[in-house]
């Protein structure tokens, strides 16, 4: 609840505004039964029309007024509350896109996206409800009890009686009710996971005939939080029965007693019509209360889940010079013994206890001075990405050091140091926009730059060939786009900015060895200042590169060049002499 106060604070102004509108609606509110209990009793028995026209219209405008307040605050309570929400999930994308690697794979995908749409609902119905009825509810509660008791004391402790008992439900119900909450949230992820899973990959599960196995899967996880959310909303549901029942009981009381009161006459009809409006008015603060109750419950689980992401600090802590390693040697890109494991030391990742975690890099060395270039290569899983990773820091080395420029990459801002680089990923993004706007990616790229990187990533050819140019429309993730017309677009991203670093993660392996080679030949040619990193499974595309490196289960098994490693790595050697064809 903290985060929501915490953001509630910035629109305190509207917020207070809305809330004393609420209350001056809900007071004009309270005084209409006791002016239709001063008609019924005191004007109508005088017999004179014009003052029952006088005082009719006086509760007619009394009407107006109430419903003009309770509007102009619910208008205003909706949009501090939409407001709000929109602060969360700004505040929430935004720190979402400072969260390291680390911190981004311990929440997942699945769960980011739930927080930032359905979370975030329920945090902007709590602020609404807040707002109205934490004013309407209380005073309709106290405000109908106190005027009840000035009209008669005896009628009016009916009510008083039952509330201790109403209230106590209330609160029982609510402790209970937040953890249920929690776990309705936590399902509601793993729902969320599954069908992502299954849109992403819609083509495979037709094309294996999985659609009727994976509507199982998605329907066992579905009833699981469909399950919890029952149970969750059962228990919050209880009170509202048991409520009811209170209330037409104290109801059916004040009748009785009234009606007595009336025909002994110590008491007028109109007091007792009046009592039964405040009676009434008692009931829908109490019932408001039940609701504002439900509804922080539910804000309550999803606040403390959003908050945890808000208020993460990144582990990627910016060092200063002197906590920094040292480079031994010179360099532009530098690795010094780095050992790396993915997933957190204190946790295990395994599912046996003791287990130790699997090193996704063990001892890397190398070194790389400006221009110069290396090829990686190695069977999958073998640590290729990570080393790439550590070096644009998305993730910290468990041990060693890594340096560009002579500088530890802990003491650089981040978009100091990744201003530095242009790179293509292994799963990289193509956004729905135009493929100007996919490669310039809101950087400050001339027209020139553009047009030469679209050129060199051999990608001109086809754009020149759509209707529009570089104006033409992706679709979302590039779906009217070719995987090689994909790729081709992420390397004219990667250029466009003429990097000093230029890294290529598996940036050709839809495109044909002509293509490639091209494209490998021009990006020698126009951006030989340019460090270049280049992951691929093919060996021709690495083997003119100044340095190749032979990974292997996260060890490196070879490194040099061309020449060296066809005489000193017999695994590279094989994996030249199957794929140039010298053997079947």
Same mark, same amino acid.
């Not at 009981?249 to 002994?264: F, K």
């Given at each position: 609840?903290?985060?929501?106060?915490?953001?509630?604070?910035?629109?305190?102004?509207?917020? +207070?505004? *809305?809330?004393? $509108?609420?209350?001056? &609606?809900?007071? !004009?509110? @309270? %005084?209409?039964?006791?002016?239709?209990?001063? #008609?019924?009793?005191?004007?109508?028995?005088?017999?004179?029309?014009?003052?029952?026209?006088?005082?009719?219209?006086?509760?007619?405008?009394?009407?107006?007024?109430?419903?003009?307040?309770?509007?102009?605050?619910?208008?205003?309570?909706?949009?501090?509350?939409?407001?709000?929400?929109?602060?969360?999930?700004?505040?929430?994308?935004?720190?979402?896109?400072?969260?390291?690697?680390?911190?981004?794979?311990?929440?997942?995908?699945?769960?980011?996206?739930?927080?930032?749409?359905?979370?975030?609902?329920?945090?902007?119905?709590?602020?609404?409800?807040?707002?109205?009825?934490? +004013?309407? *509810?209380?005073? $309709?509660?106290?405000? &109908?009890?106190? !005027?009840? @008791? %000035?009209?008669?004391?005896?009628?009016?402790? #009916?009510?008083?009686?039952?509330?201790?008992?109403?209230?106590?439900?209330?609160?029982?119900?609510?402790?209970?009710?937040?953890?249920?909450?929690?776990?309705?949230?936590?399902?509601?992820?793993?729902?969320?996971?599954?069908?992502?899973?299954?849109?992403?990959?819609?083509?495979?599960?037709?094309?294996?005939?999985?659609?009727?196995?994976?509507?199982?899967?998605?329907?066992?996880?579905?009833?699981?939080?469909?399950?919890?959310?029952?149970?969750?909303?059962?228990?919050?549901?209880?009170?509202?029965?048991?409520?009811?029942?209170?209330?037409?009981?104290?109801?059916?009381?004040?009748?009785?007693?009234?009606?007595?009161?009336?025909?002994?006459? !110590?008491?007028?009809?109109?007091?007792?019509?009046?009592?039964?409006?405040?009676?009434?008015?008692?009931?829908?603060?109490?019932?408001?209360?039940?609701?504002?109750?439900?509804?922080?419950?539910?804000?309550?689980?999803?606040?403390?889940?959003?908050?945890?992401?808000?208020?993460?600090?990144?582990?990627?802590?910016?060092?200063?010079?002197?906590?920094?390693?040292?480079?031994?040697?010179?360099?532009?890109?530098?690795?010094?013994?780095?050992?790396?494991?993915?997933?957190?030391?204190?946790?295990?990742?395994?599912?046996?206890?003791?287990?130790?975690?699997?090193?996704?890099?063990?001892?890397?060395?190398?070194?790389?001075?400006?221009?110069?270039?290396?090829?990686?290569?190695?069977?999958?899983?073998?640590?290729?990405?990570?080393?790439?990773?550590?070096?644009?820091?998305?993730?910290?080395?468990?041990?060693?050091?890594?340096?560009?420029?002579?500088?530890?990459?802990?003491?650089?801002?981040?978009?100091?140091?990744?201003?530095?680089?242009?790179?293509?990923?292994?799963?990289?993004?193509?956004?729905?926009?135009?493929?100007?706007?996919?490669?310039?990616?809101?950087?400050?790229?001339?027209?020139?730059?553009?047009?030469?990187?679209?050129?060199?990533?051999?990608?001109?050819?086809?754009?020149?060939?759509?209707?529009?140019?570089?104006?033409?429309?992706?679709?979302?993730?590039?779906?009217?786009?070719?995987?090689?017309?994909?790729?081709?677009?992420?390397?004219?991203?990667?250029?466009?900015?003429?990097?000093?670093?230029?890294?290529?993660?598996?940036?050709?392996?839809?495109?044909?060895?002509?293509?490639?080679?091209?494209?490998?030949?021009?990006?020698?040619?126009?951006?030989?200042?340019?460090?270049?990193?280049?992951?691929?499974?093919?060996?021709?595309?690495?083997?003119?590169?100044?340095?190749?490196?032979?990974?292997?289960?996260?060890?490196?098994?070879?490194?040099?060049?061309?020449?060296?490693?066809?005489?000193?790595?017999?695994?590279?050697?094989?994996?030249?002499?199957?794929?140039?064809?010298?053997?079947?």
């Amino acid at each position: 609840m903290k985060l929501i106060f915490r953001y509630m604070g910035r629109y305190k102004k509207a917020i +207070i505004i *809305a809330m004393l $509108m609420k209350l001056a &609606g809900t007071v !004009v509110e @309270l %005084l209409l039964p006791t002016i239709f209990e001063h #008609i019924i009793d005191n004007v109508v028995p005088a017999g004179k029309l014009i003052p029952v026209l006088l005082w009719g219209l006086g509760m007619f405008l009394t009407a107006i007024i109430c419903r003009e307040l309770n509007v102009r605050a619910n208008r205003r309570a909706i949009d501090n509350a939409h407001h709000v929400s929109y602060d969360v999930r700004q505040d929430l994308f935004r720190n979402t896109m400072n969260l390291s690697g680390a911190q981004f794979d311990a929440f997942g995908l699945p769960s980011i996206i739930s927080r930032m749409t359905s979370d975030s609902y329920n945090v902007q119905s709590a602020v609404q409800n807040l707002q109205l009825m934490c +004013i309407r *509810a209380p005073m $309709m509660l106290v405000g &109908g009890i106190f !005027v009840s @008791l %000035l009209m008669d004391a005896n009628l009016a402790l #009916i009510m008083v009686v039952m509330l201790p008992l109403l209230i106590g439900i209330i609160l029982g119900v609510s402790a209970k009710g937040l953890p249920l909450y929690a776990k309705v949230q936590a399902k509601l992820d793993v729902v969320v996971r599954v069908m992502r899973e299954n849109i992403t990959g819609i083509r495979v599960v037709k094309a294996l005939s999985k659609s009727d196995h994976e509507t199982r899967r998605f329907a066992n996880v579905n009833e699981e939080m469909t399950r919890s959310d029952i149970k969750a909303t059962t228990v919050m549901a209880i009170p509202g029965p048991f409520m009811q029942m209170c209330l037409n009981t104290g109801l059916a009381l004040v009748v009785v007693v009234g009606a007595g009161q009336v025909n002994r006459g !110590v008491m007028e009809p109109g007091v007792i019509l009046a009592f039964l409006t405040y009676f009434n008015m008692v009931t829908m603060g109490v019932m408001g209360l039940t609701r504002i109750f439900m509804t922080l419950s539910r804000a309550s689980a999803s606040a403390n889940r959003i908050d945890a992401v808000i208020d993460a600090d990144t582990d990627l802590r910016v060092l200063p010079v002197e906590e920094a390693l040292r480079p031994s040697g010179e360099g532009f890109i530098r690795f010094e013994d780095v050992t790396f494991s993915y997933g957190e030391d204190s946790e295990d990742t395994s599912g046996f206890a003791g287990a130790e975690r699997e090193r996704a890099l063990s001892n890397i060395s190398f070194t790389l001075k400006r221009g110069e270039s290396l090829g990686i290569i190695g069977p999958t899983g073998c640590g290729k990405t990570t080393i790439i990773n550590l070096l644009m820091r998305f993730y910290d080395a468990d041990s060693g050091g890594v340096f560009v420029d002579g500088r530890d990459v802990r003491t650089y801002d981040r978009d100091e140091l990744r201003r530095r680089f242009g790179a293509v990923f292994q799963n990289d993004m193509v956004f729905q926009d135009t493929l100007r706007e996919n490669i310039t990616f809101g950087r400050d790229v001339s027209e020139e730059q553009v047009l030469e990187a679209v050129r060199d990533a051999q990608a001109a050819e086809f754009i020149s060939g759509l209707p529009d140019g570089l104006e033409h429309e992706a679709a979302i993730k590039g779906a009217n786009l070719s995987g090689g017309q994909k790729q081709r677009i992420f390397v004219a991203r990667a250029l466009a900015a003429n990097p000093e670093i230029l890294v290529l993660d598996d940036s050709s392996s839809a495109l044909d060895y002509k293509t490639d080679a091209a494209m490998r030949r021009a990006i020698g040619e126009s951006y030989a200042d340019s460090t270049v990193i280049m992951i691929a499974q093919r060996v021709s595309s690495v083997m003119n590169m100044t340095r190749i490196m032979v990974l292997d289960n996260g060890k490196c098994i070879g490194y040099g060049t061309h020449e060296e490693l066809l005489k000193s790595c017999p695994a590279y050697r094989e994996t030249f002499r199957v794929q140039m064809g010298e053997i079947a």
